[in-house]
């Protein structure tokens, strides 16, 4: 648990110090006024203070209300329904009454984990994917109130009276059954505040089951309260713009029904949103067999099991606005802009030394922390009329070019805007064939130095095209098309095999340091017995490498760029991928997954004496790998 001043006071039952935040209605009042919500729901309250921060279309649902002593101001539509709520959500559609899905849920006052399960679900199918649930009343601070009947007695004689039963255990079941939620707590006096967003509003009630069953094995004893609340880890209300800009719903006002979504957001009068889509969550076929050595905190059910969330894909017009770094845009508000979503003026860009090493940035800012603010004056190196920002994080990454930059290209043809300037840090030629390949001869690309700001007075921004390199139907057509024109262009030759696999050998004698295979050499050897074609891909031109994973049926390599070249495989390709550790095997798995290859993965082996952080020298599981291989291999037909 990270917050010092949660003690625990009583060694024999559970008991924590109270909960040192501010009051709960203040905090989600000011909550509410921060995200700015379209739409507003709550459940379960008696008192209409938290309703009166929301300006937009309301609804209240509890028998308890009253709104005699404070009326609430105009809005345009208000909702009361004096009724428990399963009843609301049986009888009444939410969705009908607000005119547009729901951006922001308050459950005040459940008591117990069934209500609040079967509320939670019904919400989160009337929400929008990025909306914001915050759920009162669900961290007992000792035994006696996490009860399910009301406490005759109490640890504090000042809490007498607190009650919130085992509504807490509905959190516990949430965090088990549903591990696609970002669910965080803040220490909001008197009994906490969960927040909970990336929902998924087509999961249906399949999960509930298992949460129920689950909430049913908890027990409110010592060592059962302690577990939730460690496992909780509560932040204090202190850190709640922090624990804002992690959850994903701030600053996505203008992202959240595109049936509603205006062109000129009057509000945001430095943007203009061209274009915005819901991408619908997916189901992840799993892979056909995962062998090796895991490290102990891997997820083995839910990587089974996985999920695509939800997401947005937009075009940003941005107007005025200076580029930095590799993709961060700041309009003359001081709104950041990016390729994956977009912040109120004034909030933290980056934080810490990585970003802004890793990004280039060079927005002023203090040793550990970037700001921006208008009252700045960076000067740009020079002025752009136009461009389109392809740019990504890691422009230096072949890997990055083919899932990142290459499907922006087709937001820009499906909104007709195929002949602005291309705006790209294509400085090395493999960069401007990769684009002239895509976009054709004719595109205009202007790359910009990202250690210098370049100013634009219209940029448009594409958002990436899809979640986690999970490809979409679209963008795999446009491989497609590429795979068929380099094949054509390109004549078959003693390059060309079914049997495939891309060695980082040379790379590993120029970077020793960096991910090198120790005994690469060996697995070299035993593949070229089998008649693999051993290919390494930073030695042949961009089409000759498409033409070589579309000629191949079985891919074997190690993680790496270079496997990301099985974009332009067959469908049906059979893939082999090698993970020294399983870092990005989710990223990995999507790839292959989405263009319906046949994968499997043989995970380990990775040096943890290594001090370097992530790309750590390893050795091959020779044996492993090779039993894999000639299984697929006499797969093949």
Known sequence: MNIEH????????????????????????????????NSYLEIGGSDIDIAAAADCPTILVGPAYSCSDKPLTPRPILGLYRIKPDLFFSSYCANAVLGRKVDVSVVRDLHYHEDLLGIFAAIEKASVPNALVIL???????SAIADRSPPHTVEAPHRAGWWVGDAWKAVAALRHARPDLRISALDANPSGLVLITNLNPAKGEDWTDNARDYASTLAGDRDGLSRYIDDLAIEP????QGVLDRG????????????VLPRDVSDFNDVVILSEFQVPAERRPPPDFIEGHFVSDFDFDGFLNRNIPPHARYLIDARDSILFGERAVVTPAGRLITD??????FTKIFEGRFHFDFEHMSIPGSENQIYWS????????????????LSSSEHWNYGAWLLRIIPKILILRELEFANIPIIAPAIDDWQKNIIYYT????????THDRMTPLHFDRLLVPSQRFHAFYIDEETKKLYDSMAERATAAWPLSNLVSRLVYVS???????????????NEQQLIDRLAELGFLIFEPEKHSFEEQIAIFRHARLVVGASGAGMFNTVFCQPGTSILAIEPLPIWIEQHANIYASMQHRYGFVVGGSDLSDDTPVQKRWVADIPTIMACVERMVDGLT
């Open 504 to 518: 980082r050998f040379s790379q590993g004698l120029t970077r020793p340091n960096y991910r090198r295979c120790l």
């Open 340 to 345: 994956v979503g977009a912040t109120p003026p």
């Open 248 to 259: 994903l719903y701030l600053g996505h006002r203008f992202f959240a029904e595109p049936a």
């Open 374 to 389: 208008p009252s700045i004056d960076t000067p740009a190196s020079s002025r752009e009329s136009e461009g389109a920002l």
């Open 439 to 446: 976009a054709g001869r004719d595109a205009k690309v202007i």
């Open 136 to 142: 009162h009343n669900c961290i007992p601070v000792e």
């Open 6 to 37: 949660l003690n625990k006071i009583d060694t024999r039952t559970f008991a924590i110090s109270d909960l040192k935040g501010r009051h709960y209605i203040e905090v989600i009042s000011d909550i509410i006024k921060i995200i700015a919500p």
């Open 237 to 240: 209300v202190a850190h709640l």
